[in-house]
């Protein structure tokens, strides 16, 4: 008989992390904080405030606070602090539903990203205004007609003196009319069918630069939060250049474990879950499949807690677990649409976008965002082939 195979799987989620006790009293800060905003009329409960609710001004409160650029070093105009504590902050926020648009991505991603590939001026340059919530950063990777195949990008940046000259198209830009720069993923070198992500570079691109032209993509609704980015021969200067030339497709995807990894991937809708609770609560009687659905709901978003945790765990270490990042945002995905289907299944009320608060505006909006759930980040279909291939199944 043959014996046995020692072949391991990779681990899909990094080792558990709980969070130290000493926490607590940051966590009851940030309460407080929120508490005292809601009392004063300053902003109403919302869900999938990350993507959409853009309030400058509530961003330079946390920025004051001290609530913003955790992690990065003091050196920086940073906080020093740990990526568990600014966990604690990133959840309260996105639980109490306030308005974090306008920081979310440079805070999220673009900050640990100088740090690791940008130079030093780059991060003189923009890492203390982020760490203020007085700079704010869009993603410039997805294109036109290249749907989640980020490799295809066309984009492309031509070698001139002192730099670049940037053409092409970004799209599902949100916050690019509002955003001061993004890192745009270009071809510098022509496209080789046999390594498809060879030949990709990422630019800092300022969005007030000559040439750069942007283009609002409306929702139904009139809300307006995505673009389309135009370059017509954008020069960028060499000191835009960030990271290796060449090495864009690595830069990218460590990036994206901060993308799908954080608790907005099942934290977007939790404003709506307690809203739901809370009119069952009210209509009292409720049944015992009632009970059953939202206990199942609770438990798997004290899973999906878990395994995010762990990642950002992970990540404080210095990795960037990309495999277990996309089982977060894939199965965070589902979670958040099933919030959406169970609080129009057991609650009789209508969505409504025109509500100043309450569970008919929370439920009109997670209705209205939800298309999109599936796609930013990563379509699922993608993140399940990221997680298949890293089990060697594909």
Do not use: C
């Not at 913003?68 to 003091?74: E, I, K, N, S, Y």
């Not at 805070?107 to 780059?122: A, M, V």
């Not at 934290?267 to 809370?278: E, K, Q």
């Not at 059953?292 to 899973?303: A, D, K, M, N």
């Amino acid at each position: 008989m043959a014996a046995a195979s020692t072949t391991r799987l990779p681990e899909l989620v990094p080792d558990p992390v709980e969070l130290p006790e000493e926490l607590a009293g940051l966590r009851s800060e940030v309460r407080s904080f929120l508490d005292d905003e809601r009392a004063a009329g300053r902003w109403t409960p919302r869900a999938d405030v990350w993507l959409s609710g853009w309030d400058e001004d509530f961003s330079r409160r946390l920025g004051e606070r001290g609530w913003l650029g955790m992690t990065v070093p003091v050196e920086y105009g940073g906080h020093g602090r740990t990526a568990l504590e600014r966990y604690v902050v990133t959840e309260e926020l996105l639980a109490a539903g306030a308005p974090v648009a306008a920081h979310w991505i440079a805070d999220r991603q673009i900050g640990p990203s100088l740090l690791r590939h940008g130079t030093e001026e780059q991060r003189r340059a923009f890492l203390p205004g982020i760490a203020r919530g007085e700079v704010y950063f869009g993603i410039g990777m997805s294109e036109p007609d290249s749907g989640s195949d980020l490799a295809s990008v066309r984009t492309r940046a031509t070698r001139v003196d002192g730099g670049w000259r940037l053409s092409g198209t970004k799209v599902w830009t949100s916050g690019a009319h509002h955003a001061h720069a993004f890192f745009a993923l270009v071809r510098t070198e022509p496209r080789d069918e046999s390594n498809r992500h060879a030949g990709l570079s990422q630019f800092l691109v300022e969005l007030d630069s000559p040439g750069v032209e942007i283009r609002p993509i409306p929702l139904l609704t009139g809300a307006h939060h995505f673009n389309e980015v135009r370059f017509d021969d954008v020069f960028i200067p060499d000191s835009r250049v960030f990271g290796e030339l060449g090495n864009g497709w690595a830069q990218v995807t460590g990036e994206l474990a901060f993308e799908r990894s954080g608790p907005e991937r099942f934290l977007s809708t939790y404003p709506l879950l307690a809203s739901l609770v809370g009119e069952l609560t009210a209509a009292g009687d409720v049944d015992a499949g009632t009970r059953r659905r939202i206990g199942s709901l609770v438990s798997r978003l004290w899973t999906l807690r878990s395994m995010s945790l762990a990642v950002a765990g992970a990540l404080q270490s210095g990795r960037a677990p990309e495999l277990a990042a996309a089982l977060v945002k894939d199965l965070g995905t589902r979670y958040e649409n099933e919030i959406v289907d169970a609080a129009r299944l057991l609650v009789d009320v209508p969505p409504d976008p025109g509500a100043e608060s309450g569970f008919a505006r929370l439920l009109a909006d997670a209705v209205l965002h939800a298309p999109g759930f599936t796609l930013r980040g990563g379509t699922n279909e993608v993140l399940r082939g990221i997680v298949a291939r890293g089990m060697g199944l594909r």
